[in-house]
């Protein structure tokens, strides 16, 4: 099974700077709907049989506006535990603004996961992040047939978290490998019961320079 993880399209809060969460959200930008059409163009080859998104407005306009452009008829189903952390008293607020009250906290959160003070800022675990979105992928491979491909549409925070937790990586270690970048393809194969990274982040379809809010 391919399963194929696109990070939602660039919203105006990621331009200004601020965390959306899990309850937290903002109109993606236009010139997003213009990068989900050339990730579409990315897609084109891949015959999708199942389309799944988490609940948050954001992700589910991209995915919503990806199964238009492609121009075929691709269920979309939507599931509550694709969505991102519950940053708690952090959503909605400028990056910026907490580096400066907060800034271990933000530190860990971004390099260190494992020194993340979740409670401190009321919100969720990366321990628990990891186990919603990784049995939701889970239920997701058991519903689909082996060889089926799939297109999951989620959030920057809590992909990483859940990519690198299908792939066994330690809560230490998930930032290991960076970020994901908005209207980004990451692309897993599901075989004899383990689960392959083959592509991380790709953007290269979008010709452009991304930017450092494009990022998370």
């Known amino acids: 099974m391919e399963l194929y993880f696109v990070r939602h399209g660039k919203t105006e809060w990621n331009l200004e700077g601020k965390y959306q969460g899990g309850h937290g959200d903002s109109p993606l930008l236009p010139e997003s709907l213009h990068d989900i059409s050339l990730l579409a163009k990315r897609l084109e080859d891949t015959a999708i049989d199942h389309m799944y998104a988490s609940p948050l407005p954001r992700a589910k306009k991209t995915a919503e506006t990806l199964i238009k452009d492609l121009k075929r008829q691709?269920?979309?189903?939507i599931v509550r535990d694709l969505r991102e952390f519950d940053l708690g008293i952090m959503e909605g607020r400028k990056f910026s603004e907490l580096e400066n009250e907060i800034p271990e906290v933000i530190y860990a959160?971004?390099?260190q996961p494992a020194e993340y003070d979740y409670d401190l800022i009321r919100g969720e675990s990366f321990e628990k992040v990891a186990a919603r979105t990784t049995d939701a992928v889970k239920r997701i491979v058991a519903e689909n047939k082996p060889d089926a491909n799939v297109v999951i549409v989620s959030?920057?925070?809590?992909l990483v978290t859940m990519i690198q937790s299908l792939l066994g990586t330690k809560v230490a270690d998930?930032?290991?490998?960076g970020g994901l970048s908005?209207?980004?393809l990451t692309h897993l194969r599901f075989e004899n019961g383990e689960f392959k990274?083959?592509?991380w982040n790709e953007t290269g379809y979008l010709g452009k320079k991304l930017e450092s809010s494009d990022t998370i």
């Open 197 to 199: 990274l083959i592509k």
């Open 155 to 158: 959030h920057g925070a809590a």
């Open 74 to 77: 691709i269920p979309l189903s």
């Open 174 to 177: 998930i930032r290991k490998n």
């Open 182 to 184: 908005n209207t980004s």
């Open 109 to 111: 959160f971004r390099h």
